[in-house]
């Protein structure tokens, strides 16, 4: 059902008041016919919360019909005034009414309209059904500068933090008051908290220990414990990490650096080879600048409690998220770009190679190897989970586990993993013949959750902890810093557990679902595929429609089990919960969506046979759609271009909104920017990367129309 079908309710005629429709005029994004015929007909009302009367923020009208066939996708769409009143003038005819909003129910409405007809239509928008869990903002003291890049605890509960400019604060256990432990870091990234005095943090250079020795609350002994990666000075470079296993083992990560746009590095610590591993054998310039041109970058390490430092694992991008699993086994988040189709979370085995080439120079086994890429995809590890871009984020942290005991609600010992937008993100981890896979979900998205969460630690009162910062990629207007997030203790619908069978999936709820929920129409699979390749990112592959043999729900109403006409290895599968699917009082699921990484069958078999099922054939592109232009935007362009259009000078973006900018380009200019990447205008040094190999034609026509709709160029 779609959420218009139980609009009635939420549809309310108020008293007309007085002036209701003076000064209604120029209301519309995309028009507003000013001075219509006497034939049109005329819709007017106004758009307000059903709890409060108040008007609903970022709301939008939009009528659709084919009487509107002249304008662009047969639509008006309208951005209410401050007030909620809109005003639509329109020719007779039939049409669909809808009025959306961020973080309401949408409404829609038919209409058959006569000549001349004036109709009001008045608006209250209920909230979406909300997460009973709480995002919380922490107070931090006046002298600490929020940009947190690490979080952790001590075994007695005291809260440590590392920041971006270099400093170390404690909020003690007894009294939660903070002092600053340390300062003068270079970029610290994260931290494990040993106790009150004996800190250890990964700054740009090194892994440092902290110690207070005579017990004044300050660090007065830095001590590196390693420090045996190449380094240099690029803007674009980072140590991620760190974790620690019950053995003491720490893990980190140097990620890869861009380099190769014309820019000189200021400095290099230890060896330098400039040399792609595989040199770039396509047009133009290389898809990627991120590189491996100091020591094991790209390379994860491990140091032993004796100080020995040990390169544990190639093959990575941005490998920012290090976490270790109750079960002491390693695993890293990487984020989408050249050889990484999109982002990951990968168990991470001693000596294994995990996807991107350039770090196999530092490697004594391969470092004078030339490779194809057929060889590389067989010395590949395949990700246990890979995180479709967009729905799932674009850069995922630090992965953590709930431990809580149930604390954190019915999600005991899965994964927990933020994102550099305002998403939190869920994996339900299982071992199929000796190898991890399993599910994602969303879990979070906006809800008060700021940007920049990508390392995260639990606490002991049960709360999973954010550590904020983005690194002046995007603005926060300085809302950075530390967030909890805490469960109210209500039980959310959700999609519990997602497991592998013979022969298809076992879903379990997190409470009993109704009997729609035994009903296979109530359900969508898809399979696809991502190309490892050289570009940056990929587009869903080999994608189709995956149907169901038999739905059976179990006598509790929570275990689901599900068999597909065929089931292979080698895809991801995607399922979306239909809106009919309700627990059995009444609440739909929270987050329908869930993507399975079938690396194995249960047998072990990982590599798929002849297939009987057979993709649709591709839809023609239609015009653009800016209100799907929209979604695209903010969740593929928005972390660049802003959310105003102005662009980044950090990052080099444009100015949308500038006279002579980029939109003065006619839209198949635009496209072609889009689809194929472009080489920076100095003084920006970074590319426009190839959209088209992440996102599909139609994305790239409505993303191309919401830049038109919505970032105007000024008057001359």
Wanted: proline fraction near 8%; charged fraction near 20%.
């Amino acid at each position: 059902m779609g959420a218009w079908e139980s609009a009635p309710p939420s549809i309310r005629t108020f008293p007309r008041r007085k002036g209701f429709f003076s000064g209604v005029l120029a209301l519309s994004f995309v028009l507003s016919a000013v001075g219509a015929p006497a034939a049109s007909a005329r819709i007017s009302g106004q758009i307000r919360k059903a709890d409060s009367d108040a008007p609903v923020p970022r709301a939008q009208v939009r009528i659709e019909g084919p009487t509107l066939a002249g304008r662009e996708n047969s639509q008006i769409i309208q951005k209410p005034k401050s007030d909620g009143r809109y005003q639509l003038d329109v020719p007779p005819g039939a049409y669909d009414l809808w009025v959306t909003a961020a973080d309401f129910e949408e409404v829609k409405e038919r209409l058959e309209i006569a000549a001349g007809a004036v109709l009001q239509r008045d608006f209250e928008l209920r909230p979406l059904q909300r997460s009973p869990y709480r995002v919380e903002t922490l107070k931090l003291p006046q002298q600490m500068i929020g940009e947190v890049s690490g979080v952790a605890f001590t075994p007695r509960g005291s809260l440590v933090v590392t920041n971006r400019r270099g400093d170390v604060w404690i909020r003690g256990y007894a009294d939660a008051r903070w002092h600053r432990f340390a300062s003068g870091l270079y970029e610290g990234f994260g931290v494990v908290a040993r106790d009150e005095s004996d800190i250890v943090v990964i700054q740009r250079p090194e892994i440092t220990r902290l110690r207070d020795i005579n017990g004044d609350g300050v660090a007065d002994v830095f001590e590196t414990l390693a420090d045996d990666w190449g380094i240099t000075g690029s803007y674009h470079e980072f140590s991620y990490g760190l974790a620690r296993d019950t053995a003491g083992n720490l893990y980190a990560s140097s990620g890869l650096c861009s380099f190769g746009r014309g820019v000189e590095l200021p400095w290099v610590r230890g060896r330098l080879q400039t040399a792609q591993f595989m040199p770039w054998g396509g047009t133009g310039a290389v898809p990627d600048g991120h590189r491996s041109v100091a020591e094991y970058q790209g390379w994860v390490f491990q140091v032993a409690p004796n100080g020995q430092w040990i390169p544990f694992a190639s093959g990575f991008r941005q490998p920012l998220g290090v976490g270790v699993s109750p079960q002491d086994e390693l695993f890293i988040s990487d984020c989408a770009g050249a050889w990484v189709p999109t982002s990951t979370l990968t168990h991470v085995e001693r000596g294994g190679f995990y996807g991107h080439p350039d770090g196999l120079k530092w490697h004594p086994d391969y470092r004078d190897k030339k490779m194809t890429i057929e060889q590389l995809t067989q010395l590949r590890r395949p990700p246990s989970i890979y995180l479709p871009r967009g729905l799932m984020g674009t850069s995922p942290g630090q992965p953590v586990w709930d431990l809580t005991g149930g604390r954190f609600g019915p999600f005991a010992g899965q994964v927990f993993l933020g994102d550099v937008s305002n998403l939190l993100m869920r994996v339900d981890l299982e071992k199929v013949a000796g190898a991890y896979q399993g599910a994602a979900f969303p879990f979070l998205r906006g809800q008060g959750l700021r940007l920049g969460g990508m390392h995260h630690a639990f606490g002991p009162d049960g709360a999973l902890y954010l550590a904020q910062t983005v690194r002046g990629w995007m603005s926060t207007e300085g809302n950075e810093g530390i967030q909890r997030v805490v469960w109210t203790g209500e039980t959310p619908v959700e999609i519990q557990t997602l497991r592998l069978t013979e022969r298809g999936f076992t879903l379990r709820f997190t409470e009993p679902m109704g009997d729609p929920a035994g009903e296979a129409r109530n359900y969508q699979v898809r399979r696809f595929q991502y190309n490892y390749h050289p570009l940056d990112g990929s587009l869903r592959i080999n994608q189709l429609e995956v149907p169901l043999a038999v739905a059976r729900l179990q006598p509790d109403g929570r275990a689901l089990e599900l068999e597909l006409v065929e089931l292979q290895p080698g895809y991801v599968y995607e399922f979306v919960v239909g809106k009919n699917v309700l627990s059995r009082t009444g609440r739909p699921v929270l987050n329908a969506t869930g993507y399975y990484t079938l690396n194995r069958l249960k047998s072990g078999e990982t590599r798929a046979g002849p297939s009987r099922l057979v993709a649709k054939a591709p839809e023609p592109l239609r015009p653009g759609n800016p209100v799907r232009g929209e979604e695209v935007y903010r969740l593929n362009c928005l972390v660049c271009h802003q959310e105003d259009g102005k662009g980044s000078e950090l990052a080099g973006t444009p100015d949308y909104t500038l006279p002579g900018g980029p939109l003065t380009k006619s839209d198949a200019e635009l496209i072609a920017v889009i689809t194929n990447g472009k080489l920076p205008t100095p003084p920006a040094v970074n590319p426009m990367p190839p959209w088209g190999n992440v996102l599909p034609p139609q994305a790239i026509h409505d993303v191309v129309a919401y830049l038109r709709q919505t970032f105007k160029q000024p008057a001359p």
